[in-house]
C-alpha cells in the first residue's frame, strides 16, 4: 500500500514586476494543475491581449484572482492554493510583493514550512527582498528557496547568475536564515520551474518543484513531541432539554448530561490522551483527562493541529482563555514581554502606547515601555528607535496586566506568538514574537 504524500506549506513572494505571479502560474500549469476550462479561458484572454510566450500563455492570469490585481497587474492579498504531485500534497500561500503589502505576508508566512522568494536576476537584492527574507527569519521559517528569475534575459549566463547569489548569501547569513537554496529560474519560459533545464548546465542544483517535493515537512510525528498546548477557545456544557426519545433510548443521559463539561480548542502542539496528567494555565491546577472527543465522537487521544473536546477529572476553571499544558512541562509565566514585532498598522507605535496583547485565546491589556530599536533594511543593521513605523521590524518591551505562559519562538512558533491590538477600534498593530 502507497503511504499518502506529505502535506508541505510553503509561501511565495517578492518585488513587484519580478515575475513571482508568472512564477506561480508557470508552477501550477507545469505541474498538472489547473482545470481544462480555467486554462482554456487563461489561453483565451492572453491572446486577445496578445501576450507572446512559447506556450502562448500569460500565467499571471492563472493566480491573479481579484479584479483589482488584474487591472493593477500586482498581487494584493494572500491566495491559498491547493495542488498534489506523485511526491506531496502542497498548501501555497501566494503572498503580495508590493512594499503597502507586505504586512500580509506575515499572514503567509506564519505556518509555512519554506518560503520562496523572488527576485529579478537583472535587479539583485532590493530592500523589499531583505524586508521579505527578515520577515522570514523574524518568523523562523525552516527553509528559505531563493528564485532569482529571468535568467532567460540574461542569455542563461552563469556569470551573471553568480553575483546575485553572492548577495542573497550575505543578506541571509546576516539574517541568520539556515537551510537557504538559491535556484537560477525563467518562469516565463519554465526553465528549472519543473524540471530542471538543459539551457543552465552549470547550475547541478534541483529544480523548484523538485526541491519543494524533498524539503523536509514538519510532520505529525514531530508535532507529536512537542509539549501538549491547548488554549481553550470555549466550553462546552449541555443546551436545552434531552428529548424524551433520547431518555427512553438511555436512561442514564440524563445524569451524565448533568455532570458533562468540556474544554474545548485546537491543539497548538503536542498529543494528549486519556489518563494523561495536565496542568490548567493561569490556575496551576493539575488534574487528569477523563475524554478526548474529535466532533462528538469519544477517542483514545489526539494531536495537533486537531480541534477537540477535552474532559477533566476535577472542577477545574478552564474557560475561554485558559491552556491546558501537559503536566512537567509548565511554562514560565510572565508580565513582560521581550518583543520583535513586525508593524502592520499605519500609525506608528511608541513608548508608552496602552495595547492589548492576544495570545493564543487570551487577550490581555498591556503598554508598551520601551521601543529598544528598529531593523534598517538597507544595511541590515540594528539602529535606536523611538517608534515604529508600517512594515519596519523592530524590538520592543511590553508590560502586561496579568501574566502570560510565554515561550521563546524558538522553541515554540505557537506559544511564542502574539497579536498586538489597539484598545480602542480593535484594530491589530503589531504581529509579534517572543525573543529567546
Same mark, same amino acid.
Given at each position: ?156 549566463? /552563469? ?5 546575485? /547569489? ?43 518543484? =523538485? ?14 513531541? =512537542? ?164 512594515? =519596519? ?44
Amino acid at each position: 500500500m502507497t503511504a499518502a504524500p506529505t502535506l508541505f506549506r510553503f509561501a511565495t513572494a517578492g518585488s513587484v514586476d519580478d515575475g513571482k505571479s508568472t512564477l506561480v502560474g508557470r508552477l501550477l500549469h507545469d505541474s498538472k494543475a489547473i482545470l481544462a476550462d480555467q486554462l482554456e479561458q487563461v489561453t483565451r484572454t492572453s491572446r486577445e491581449r496578445g501576450f507572446a510566450s512559447s506556450e502562448g500563455i500569460d500565467f499571471a492570469l492563472l493566480t491573479d484572482g481579484l479584479r483589482a490585481e488584474r487591472e493593477q497587474g500586482i498581487t494584493i492579498d494572500v491566495a491559498y492554493r491547493y495542488f498534489a504531485t506523485a511526491a506531496r500534497s502542497f498548501i501555497l500561500a501566494d503572498c503580495p510583493g508590493h512594499v503597502q503589502y507586505t504586512r500580509n505576508m506575515v499572514t503567509g508566512a506564519t505556518t509555512a514550512d519554506a518560503v520562496v522568494v523572488l527576485i529579478d536576476g537583472r535587479k539583485g537584492v532590493l530592500e523589499q527582498t531583505r524586508r521579505h527574507l527578515a520577515v522570514t527569519a523574524l518568523l523562523r521559517v525552516p527553509h528559505v528557496v531563493v528564485a532569482v528569475n529571468k535568467i532567460d534575459l540574461q542569455d542563461y549566463a /552563469e556569470e551573471a547568475f553568480r553575483p546575485v /547569489e553572492e548577495q542573497v548569501r550575505a543578506v541571509t547569513t546576516e539574517l541568520g536564515l539556515g537551510d537557504v537554496h538559491v535556484v537560477p529560474v525563467s518562469a516565463l519560459e519554465g526553465d528549472n520551474v519543473v524540471e530542471r533545464s538543459p539551457r543552465t548546465p552549470w547550475y547541478t542544483g534541483p529544480a523548484l518543484l =523538485e526541491l519543494l517535493e524533498t524539503l523536509p515537512a514538519t510532520d505529525a510525528e514531530e508535532r507529536e513531541q =512537542e509539549p501538549f498546548r491547548l488554549p481553550v477557545q470555549l466550553v462546552l456544557r449541555p443546551q436545552g432539554g434531552l428529548s424524551p426519545a433520547l431518555v427512553a433510548d438511555d436512561p442514564g443521559a440524563v445524569e451524565r448530561l448533568r455532570d458533562y463539561r468540556a474544554s474545548a480548542g485546537r491543539i497548538a502542539s503536542g498529543a494528549v490522551r486519556v489518563g494523561d496528567r495536565v496542568q490548567v494555565l493561569p490556575a496551576g491546577i493539575t488534574t487528569t483527562v477523563t475524554a478526548v472527543e474529535i466532533a462528538g465522537v469519544a477517542v483514545d487521544g489526539a494531536a495537533a493541529p486537531q480541534s477537540v473536546a477535552v474532559q477533566l477529572a476535577d472542577d477545574v476553571d478552564a474557560a475561554r482563555g485558559s491552556v491546558l499544558v501537559a503536566d512537567g512541562t509548565l511554562p514560565s509565566l510572565s508580565k513582560e514581554i521581550d518583543a520583535q514585532l513586525f508593524l502592520l498598522d499605519e500609525r506608528p507605535l511608541a513608548r508608552g502606547a496602552r495595547v492589548i496583547v492576544k495570545h493564543g485565546t487570551k487577550a490581555v491589556q498591556g503598554i508598551v515601555d520601551e521601543i529598544v530599536e528598529r531593523r534598517d533594511l538597507d544595511s541590515l543593521a540594528h539602529v535606536p528607535a523611538d517608534e515604529l513605523r508600517v512594515n =519596519e521590524i523592530g524590538r520592543a518591551r511590553i508590560r502586561l496586566a496579568e501574566a502570560l505562559p510565554l515561550e521563546p519562538y524558538a522553541v515554540s512558533r505557537h506559544s511564542g506568538s502574539f497579536l498586538v491590538i489597539r484598545p480602542a477600534d480593535g484594530h491589530t498593530i503589531a504581529a509579534g514574537t517572543v525573543r529567546g
